[in-house]
């Protein structure tokens, strides 16, 4: 089955790359967090050789997002990826992971797209499945206290009203989302 067929009928849209969310439906679902999964450690070092880790992020929320360059849906969310970033950079981080493509494939998609977000390679997949993603994109939604509380399947515009309800919440400390 082709890949564009496959995400089709697993419910995720095709959309053309970096289009509009205006006109594209794209479908997303929202999974909580199983809170006896282990958080997979975060160690990273993205294409620019800067190091990431979570408790240098701690007190900023975090979203880590897993792409590839041939998935269509993936690209049509990196703009507003982008954009929420460059917004909220005082308050969030996002990160993405690339999945099994070459440093070549990965430099041309960013070239070509302007893309400034830390990219950082998962060369054999193991991070994706660390993380129990299957589907692309998925994004790890991180609190600012360092917890890991859900996954998003498929694409959204993350800088609109949709995915504001879904970021927003993580900036709130927990000693202040319990009050």
């Not at 995720?12 to 439906?25: E, I, M, T």
């Not at 479908?27 to 997979?40: E, I, K, Y």
């Not at 792409?67 to 993936?74: F, G, I, Q, V």
């Not at 129990?132 to 800088?159: N, Q």
Request: some cysteine; glycine content about 8%.
């Amino acid at each position: 089955m082709k890949r564009r067929h496959l995400l089709g009928a697993l419910g995720v849209a095709s959309v053309a790359p970096w289009a509009g969310f205006a006109a594209a439906s794209p479908g997303f679902d929202v999974l909580a967090w199983n809170r006896q999964h282990t958080q997979p450690p975060v160690d990273w070092v993205d294409l620019e050789g800067k190091r990431w880790n979570l408790p240098a992020l701690k007190g900023r929320a975090v979203l880590l997002n897993f792409w590839a360059s041939w998935c269509e849906p993936c690209r049509a969310e990196m703009p507003a990826l982008q954009t929420l970033a460059e917004r909220e950079r005082e308050r969030l981080v996002v990160l993405t992971i690339n999945l099994k493509e070459s440093s070549e494939a990965i430099a041309r998609f960013v070239q070509n797209t302007g893309l400034v977000l830390p990219v950082v390679r998962d060369v054999q997949g193991d991070t994706a499945k660390a993380w129990g993603i299957r589907i692309y994109p998925s994004t790890v939604l991180i609190d600012s206290d360092g917890r890991t509380r859900s996954v998003v399947r498929g694409a959204l515009d993350w800088a609109g009203p949709e995915g504001e309800r879904l970021w927003q919440p993580l900036l709130q400390p927990q000693r202040a989302r319990k009050r």
